[in-house]
């Protein structure tokens, strides 16, 4: 069985061009022409931290635009244990599109706000918009080229290179506040599990690069990045860009 996601709905006045993350969004390829009738294709929906989106498994009903927030993407495994495979940031399409079902499940780490679509109206959109087929494909490939890094980060990097990637691309794809401070929206034992270490190594290495003075630790789930460069170094050739 699986259960409805909670989720509240929010008036929101204004035309997407009010949007804080639409050129990172697929709606940035969208012509002139065809924003109305996109955005009257669209709702918008609020998930407190803890709330889910999707269910691995459950029917592919909607597609969303992450505009604020982190998801992550899960996956059970089969003696019951939660395995998360990829977080979504801001500008992120999240959801199953041409598909029944979705194969895995989505869950707010922190308070976020999506643009939702019913899955079926914005697959005919796309369909009679080329230019929205060919964001979608970019996107597509652009998460095959992450999963196949992610692949060979699990397999041949050593522990400092993992830590040190997750957190450039965690710098690169977030927004710190007023004081420099990143939140860090996974615990250390998802973190583990995400980056294939134990809590214990995560936790090590992250006290290792704050003596390093590569990071500061202001909280146990904020950062601030003081010398990416040498995180950079660290994680070696490929690593995110920030």
């Given at each position: 069985?699986?259960?409805?996601?909670?989720?509240?709905?929010?008036?929101?006045?204004?035309?997407?061009?009010?949007?804080?993350?639409?050129?990172?969004?697929?709606?940035?390829?969208?012509?002139?022409?065809?924003?109305?009738?996109?955005?009257?294709?669209?709702?918008?929906?609020?998930?407190r931290?803890?709330?889910?989106?999707?269910?691995?498994?459950?029917?592919?009903?909607?597609?969303?635009?992450?505009?604020?927030?982190?998801?992550?993407?899960?996956?059970?495994?089969?003696?019951?244990?939660?395995?998360?495979?990829?977080?979504?940031?801001?500008?992120?399409?999240?959801?199953?599109?041409?598909?029944?079902?979705?194969?895995?499940?989505?869950?707010?780490?922190?308070?976020?706000?999506?643009?939702?679509?019913?899955?079926a109206?914005?697959?005919?959109?796309?369909?009679?918009?080329?230019?929205i087929?060919h964001?979608?494909?970019?996107?597509?490939?652009?998460?095959?080229s992450?999963?196949?890094?992610?692949?060979?980060?699990?397999?041949?990097?050593?522990?400092?290179?993992k830590?040190?990637?997750?957190?450039?691309?965690?710098?690169?794809?977030?927004?710190?506040?007023?004081?420099?401070?990143i939140?860090?929206?996974?615990?250390?034992?998802?973190?583990?599990?995400?980056?294939?270490?134990?809590?214990?190594?995560?936790?090590?290495?992250?006290?290792?690069?704050?003596?390093?003075?590569?990071i500061?630790?202001?909280?146990?789930?904020?950062?601030?990045?003081?010398?990416?460069?040498?995180?950079?170094?660290?994680?070696?050739?490929?690593?995110?860009?920030?």
């Amino acid at each position: 069985m699986y259960l409805r996601s909670v989720v509240r709905k929010n008036a929101v006045a204004g035309p997407c061009a009010g949007c804080a993350v639409r050129e990172r969004t697929i709606c940035a390829s969208v012509p002139d022409s065809g924003r109305a009738d996109l955005a009257a294709l669209r709702r918008i929906e609020t998930l407190r931290a803890g709330e889910t989106l999707a269910w691995e498994g459950a029917d592919s009903s909607i597609v969303a635009n992450l505009c604020k927030g982190v998801l992550k993407r899960s996956l059970m495994l089969a003696d019951g244990r939660e395995q998360v495979v990829g977080l979504a940031y801001p500008g992120a399409m999240v959801g199953r599109l041409f598909g029944r079902t979705c194969d895995h499940s989505l869950t707010a780490l922190t308070d976020a706000v999506l643009c939702v679509f019913a899955r079926a109206p914005f697959e005919r959109f796309a369909a009679a918009h080329p230019a929205i087929e060919h964001a979608l494909l970019m996107r597509a490939l652009d998460d095959l080229s992450r999963a196949e890094r992610s692949m060979v980060m699990l397999a041949r990097l050593s522990a400092p290179q993992k830590v040190a990637t997750f957190l450039l691309d965690l710098a690169g794809r977030s927004a710190p506040d007023a004081g420099g401070q990143i939140a860090i929206p996974l615990s250390r034992q998802q973190l583990g599990d995400l980056l294939g270490l134990s809590i214990e190594t995560v936790s090590r290495k992250l006290r290792d690069f704050a003596r390093a003075g590569y990071i500061a630790l202001p909280g146990y789930r904020s950062l601030v990045v003081r010398d990416a460069c040498a995180l950079a170094t660290v994680a070696g050739p490929g690593a995110p860009a920030r």
